[in-house]
């Protein structure tokens, strides 16, 4: 059957496919073919018995593929239906041809409405592309600005992330400046640690970030200012921190002598023993820390601890030990004046306690060796400064007070642990100097006692005065209780002279065991040393001055206090041997000796000038002595100046207060004088000639001189005569054929010596040789005879 139909179908399909495709396509959702198929249908399913083409569903259908833009989809499915139905219109055609021209007639009204609704279509997308349009220009400037309004957002978030940023900065700034070091460099940290976000990319944050090593810098470098700040404050203070631990020392010292004066058992303990440190109740003073002063190390930590932080504690290390020990440098200053010494002793004192103290509390920031090497190289220069400035001193005190100083120094770094060896030393050399010039100055001022005293017995009016004075000298205990016991006014047996010596004796010790108070080195030497001094002294310039004074001294009374004073040096210096023996022992020392010897000698010239004294009054009553040497006769009785004579020697040598020991010596002395005398009579030059008679005469005045002795206890020195005794006998007895026998001359005349006696009978030669009467001359040759055989026997004998 011809398709009469098709054409209005083609026509009608062209008008939707046109439609379709003037609309402007838009991006939606893809649809699948079954909703393609379902829509399509719709379009196939419209009521045919309707009059009218009901183009309004049409709309939605065209609208709805327009909108989907899948109008080739929908023009392929279109295609196929037309086709479907072309064929289905062909059969109907075929079947029912009326049919198909009233189908055919519908198709023509369809078309014009299709027509209809194209234009409307048409006007109505150009309406819907113009409103569109514009909506979507106002959509793409809202994007716009939502665009905008994001940057704008991001930029403000970034500036304020570097506005916090900055805060921190300034804030670390703000706390360097208030000395918040380590929160300084915790905020650098916090900086650094930051994490990642829109700020990490921008230039400004990489600039901050290289500038970082900047701002520890600047830390280090404030923390380091205010460390040397804090060096200069506690050198300020280091005088004040070593005077207040030296007064604690000196109190501790104190209470320490005090407590071991009462306890004798405590004596060979010192400060700072073992000893000391268990038994005394210990209540330190923390210098650092005390009412008085408070040292802050708060600087010196932080700063220890920022350059831990920063990898650089080395670097801060050698810092430390140079300004340190610039600083020790400029503690001592050349040359050392003697005065200032206290105080740069306090300043040493007080710059090792803070030392110790770093070291203690720093952990490994300091080694013990950089310390000792700051301690060693400072004491090194202070024995030195010490030595000069005492190279040219003279006066031993200033020697004590520098001791003085000295010790207390070294007790109270000793506490602290520090090695003083060297200033032990040191002071052991300033006593050797010390001792020396005690000495002279002591050696002086015995010299000048001697020298003013008046060789008179000391006298005391009242008791106070003699206890003082017998608590100054050393005397036998039973004589030192006698004198205390008796009555006032009281003639002491020993001059001023005595007194005064004892007094600087005790001085001298004093001052000598005052420097080495507290020295706990060396106590051998130095009680050797002391013992040569005190037997130098006593040797040189006691025993020496008196010796000295013996030879100007012509009053025998004088001499004799001298002689007093003697025996009182000896006893003196045996018990100043038990009393520095006791003393020593405190100091682990063993006995000291002192020499005597110088004494005995001093006294043994004493005794022999009181005998020369005597014999000078002795030659008085020789001179007064007339004798006849060529008497006619015997005489019976003595010579009268012997009478006087004993009686002058035995109330002089009995008043003398001496031990009887040495009044034995005086009369022996005296005694041998007048037996010298009385020989020089018969033998000396001063006699030419004399006879038995003068011979006779002699051995009276022999005999009355044994009696008087005998008379008054001291018939023991009658043996001082027996020379003279026996040659008398000789003469008298024409014994000398007798004392020619070596038999009976060594039984009998052991005494004579034989050149006296053969003086002797030349005398009585002579004498009978110039007599005349026959008698005379004969027993004058007899005398010959007997001188030349005496002579014989003993040619050349001397004695």
Known sequence: MPNKHQPCIQIWDINILLTIATMAPQRRPQYTQ???????QQIHLLDPSSSSENLEQLGPIIKQIHANRQQEAYLRNLQALIATKDSEIEQICTDNYQEFISSASTLFTVKSYTNNLRDKITTLDASVSQVGRGLVEKKRTLLQSKKTAAKLDEAIDTLQACLKVL????????????????????????????????????PFYQHLLSSLPS?????????????????????????????????????????????????????????????????QERSDINVLDSEKLKVDFTPLY????????????DDLRRSYQADRKAQSDLILPDPLPLASLPNLTQEICGFFIIESHVLETTGNFRSE??????????????????????ANETDPDSFLRVKECLIGFVTTLESCSYATQSLHSLILTLF???????????????????????????????????????????????????????????????????????????????????????????????????????DKLLANHISGSISKCLSSTSTLSQVVQIVSNLEHFEVACSELERSLTSLRSTQRGGAIRLSSSSFANTIT?????????????????????????????????????LYELINWLTTIVDSLVIKEVYKDEAYRGAVGYIAECLMNFMIGPDVPAMNENAVSNILVD???????????????????????????????????????????????????????????????????????????????????????AVGRVFPGENR
């Open 34 to 40: 079954e909703n393609i198929d379902q829509q399509l």
């Open 302 to 313: 932080q700063c220890i601890h920022i350059y831990t932080t920063l990898d650089s504690i």
């Open 369 to 390: 060796r950089e310390v000792e090497e700051l301690w060693e190289a400072l004491v090194a220069r202070l024995a030195s400064a010490v030595n000069a400035s005492l």
């Open 605 to 641: 010239r004493a005794l022999n000038r009181v005998t020369g004294l005597i014999t000078s009054k002795l030659d008085d009553f020789f001179d007064l002595a007339e004798y006849d040497w060529t008497p006619q006769s015997r005489e019976d009785t003595p010579s009268m100046y």
């Open 167 to 202: 805060d921190v900065v300034n804030r670390i700034g703000e706390l360097i400046k208030e000395g918040k070091y380590w929160s300084a460099l915790r905020s650098l940290e916090d900086i650094q640690s930051l994490p990642s976000n829109s700020l990490s990319q921008t």
């Open 702 to 788: 022999t005999e009355f001189l044994e009696g008087e002795l005998t008379r008054i206890g001291r018939d023991h020195l009658s043996s001082v005569f027996a020379e003279l005794h026996s040659m008398a006998s000789v003469i008298l007895n024409d014994a000398v054929q007798d004392y020619l026998v070596p038999q009976v001359r060594q039984t009998t005349y052991s005494v004579i010596r034989p050149k006296r006696l053969q003086t002797l009978l030349e005398k009585l030669t002579r004498y009978g040789s110039s007599r005349r009467d026959a008698q005379s001359r004969e027993r004058g040759d007899r005398r010959r005879k007997e001188a030349e």
């Open 432 to 534: 050797e100097k010390y001792a020396g010039l005690l000495e002279s100055q002591f050696s002086r001022r015995f010299d000048g006692i001697f020298l003013e005293d008046d060789h008179l017995p000391m006298q005391v009016t009242i008791p106070s005065e003699r206890d003082s004075v017998l608590a100054v000298v050393w005397l036998d205990p039973s004589e030192q209780e006698d004198l205390s016991k008796s009555g006032l006014p009281l003639s002491l047996p020993w001059s001023q002279g005595f007194f005064l010596c004892c007094q600087d004796i005790r001085n001298f010790i004093q001052k000598f065991y005052h420097f080495v108070d507290g020295v706990s080195q060396h106590h051998g030497n130095i009680d050797e040393l002391l013992n040569k001094s005190l």
């Open 215 to 279: 701002l520890r810098i600047q830390i280090q470098n404030a923390v380091t200012a205010s460390m040397k700040q804090w060096l200069l404050e506690i050198r300020n203070v280091s005088g004040l921190v070593g005077k207040l631990a030296l007064e604690a020392m000196d109190y501790r010292t104190r209470k320490w002598r005090s407590r071991r004066e009462k306890d004798p058992m405590l004596r060979l303990s010192r400060v700072g023993s073992a000893v000391e440190m268990v038994i």
